[in-house]
Nanobody
Framework: QVQLVESGGGLVQAGGSLRLSCAASGRTFSNYLMGWFRQAPGKERDFVAAINWSGGSTYYADSVKGRFTISRANAKNTVYLQMNSLKPEDTAVYYC???????????????????WGQGTQVTVSS
Protein backbone atom coordinates (compact mmCIF):
# COMPACT_ATOMS: atom_id res chain seq x y z
CA GLN A 1 0.00 0.00 0.00
CA VAL A 2 1.03 3.57 -0.74
CA GLN A 3 -0.52 6.48 1.08
CA LEU A 4 -0.57 9.86 -0.64
CA VAL A 5 -1.35 13.22 0.94
CA GLU A 6 -1.61 16.39 -1.14
CA SER A 7 -1.13 19.91 0.16
CA GLY A 8 -0.57 23.40 -1.14
CA GLY A 9 -3.91 24.18 -2.73
CA GLY A 10 -5.72 27.45 -2.19
CA LEU A 11 -7.20 30.54 -3.74
CA VAL A 12 -5.09 32.57 -6.15
CA GLN A 13 -5.73 35.29 -8.69
CA ALA A 14 -5.36 34.65 -12.39
CA GLY A 15 -1.71 34.93 -13.38
CA GLY A 16 -0.53 33.79 -9.98
CA SER A 17 1.34 30.69 -8.88
CA LEU A 18 0.91 27.78 -6.50
CA ARG A 19 3.05 24.77 -5.67
CA LEU A 20 1.33 21.55 -4.79
CA SER A 21 3.07 18.82 -2.83
CA CYS A 22 2.22 15.16 -2.49
CA ALA A 23 3.85 13.23 0.33
CA ALA A 24 4.02 9.46 -0.04
CA SER A 25 4.45 6.75 2.54
CA GLY A 26 4.19 3.01 2.79
CA ARG A 27 6.40 1.64 0.04
CA THR A 28 9.61 2.55 -1.76
CA PHE A 29 8.67 5.84 -3.37
CA SER A 30 11.29 5.64 -6.08
CA ASN A 31 9.66 2.49 -7.46
CA TYR A 32 6.61 4.46 -8.56
CA LEU A 33 5.72 6.66 -11.48
CA MET A 34 3.79 9.64 -10.12
CA GLY A 35 1.03 11.61 -11.76
CA TRP A 36 -1.15 14.63 -11.13
CA PHE A 37 -4.78 14.78 -12.20
CA ARG A 38 -7.51 17.34 -11.72
CA GLN A 39 -11.27 17.29 -11.58
CA ALA A 40 -13.55 20.27 -11.96
CA PRO A 41 -17.18 20.12 -10.76
CA GLY A 42 -19.31 18.04 -13.11
CA LYS A 43 -16.35 16.98 -15.21
CA GLU A 44 -14.18 13.93 -15.54
CA ARG A 45 -10.84 13.55 -13.83
CA ASP A 46 -8.22 14.74 -16.31
CA PHE A 47 -4.53 14.04 -16.62
CA VAL A 48 -2.23 16.95 -15.85
CA ALA A 49 1.34 15.67 -15.61
CA ALA A 50 3.46 12.62 -14.85
CA ILE A 51 7.04 11.91 -13.87
CA ASN A 52 8.98 8.69 -13.99
CA TRP A 53 10.74 7.05 -11.06
CA SER A 54 14.01 8.97 -11.46
CA GLY A 55 12.55 12.30 -12.44
CA GLY A 56 14.36 12.10 -15.75
CA SER A 57 11.20 11.95 -17.83
CA THR A 58 8.15 14.16 -17.57
CA TYR A 59 4.93 14.40 -19.55
CA TYR A 60 2.27 17.11 -19.61
CA ALA A 61 -1.22 17.68 -20.86
CA ASP A 62 -1.27 20.24 -23.67
CA SER A 63 -3.38 22.57 -21.56
CA VAL A 64 -0.61 23.03 -18.97
CA LYS A 65 2.57 22.76 -21.04
CA GLY A 66 4.87 25.68 -20.44
CA ARG A 67 2.99 26.72 -17.28
CA PHE A 68 3.21 23.72 -14.95
CA THR A 69 6.27 21.77 -13.87
CA ILE A 70 6.25 18.37 -12.19
CA SER A 71 9.24 17.28 -10.13
CA ARG A 72 10.07 14.81 -7.40
CA ALA A 73 12.43 14.43 -4.47
CA ASN A 74 12.84 10.74 -3.80
CA ALA A 75 14.82 11.38 -0.64
CA LYS A 76 11.78 13.20 0.72
CA ASN A 77 9.16 10.84 -0.75
CA THR A 78 7.50 13.85 -2.32
CA VAL A 79 6.29 14.90 -5.74
CA TYR A 80 5.57 18.52 -6.61
CA LEU A 81 3.51 20.42 -9.13
CA GLN A 82 4.62 24.01 -9.69
CA MET A 83 1.79 25.91 -11.33
CA ASN A 84 2.50 29.30 -12.88
CA SER A 85 0.40 31.68 -14.96
CA LEU A 86 -2.74 30.17 -13.50
CA LYS A 87 -6.03 30.65 -15.30
CA PRO A 88 -9.62 30.38 -14.03
CA GLU A 89 -10.00 27.20 -16.06
CA ASP A 90 -7.31 25.60 -13.89
CA THR A 91 -9.79 25.62 -11.01
CA ALA A 92 -10.30 22.04 -9.83
CA VAL A 93 -9.51 19.53 -7.16
CA TYR A 94 -5.98 18.28 -7.82
CA TYR A 95 -5.05 14.69 -7.06
CA CYS A 96 -1.74 12.93 -7.05
CA UNK A 97 -1.55 9.28 -8.02
CA UNK A 98 1.01 6.49 -8.11
CA UNK A 99 1.59 3.40 -10.18
CA UNK A 100 4.43 0.92 -10.18
CA UNK A 101 5.35 0.43 -13.81
CA UNK A 102 8.38 -0.15 -15.98
CA UNK A 103 6.51 0.65 -19.15
CA UNK A 104 7.86 3.40 -21.38
CA UNK A 105 4.28 4.39 -22.14
CA UNK A 106 3.16 7.14 -19.77
CA UNK A 107 -0.21 6.35 -18.19
CA UNK A 108 -2.61 9.24 -18.68
CA UNK A 109 -5.93 7.79 -17.58
CA UNK A 110 -7.08 7.30 -13.98
CA UNK A 111 -7.72 3.53 -14.11
CA UNK A 112 -4.02 2.96 -14.84
CA UNK A 113 -3.02 4.30 -11.43
CA UNK A 114 -3.22 2.20 -8.30
CA UNK A 115 -3.02 4.75 -5.51
CA TRP A 116 -4.63 8.15 -5.01
CA GLY A 117 -4.52 11.00 -2.57
CA GLN A 118 -7.58 12.74 -1.19
CA GLY A 119 -7.12 15.84 -3.34
CA THR A 120 -6.48 19.51 -2.73
CA GLN A 121 -8.66 22.36 -4.00
CA VAL A 122 -7.19 24.97 -6.33
CA THR A 123 -9.34 27.98 -7.11
CA VAL A 124 -8.22 30.64 -9.58
CA SER A 125 -10.20 33.85 -9.55
CA SER A 126 -10.47 36.11 -12.58
Amino acid sequence: QVQLVESGGGLVQAGGSLRLSCAASGRTFSNYLMGWFRQAPGKERDFVAAINWSGGSTYYADSVKGRFTISRANAKNTVYLQMNSLKPEDTAVYYCAAVRTSSIVVPTTPPLYNYWGQGTQVTVSS
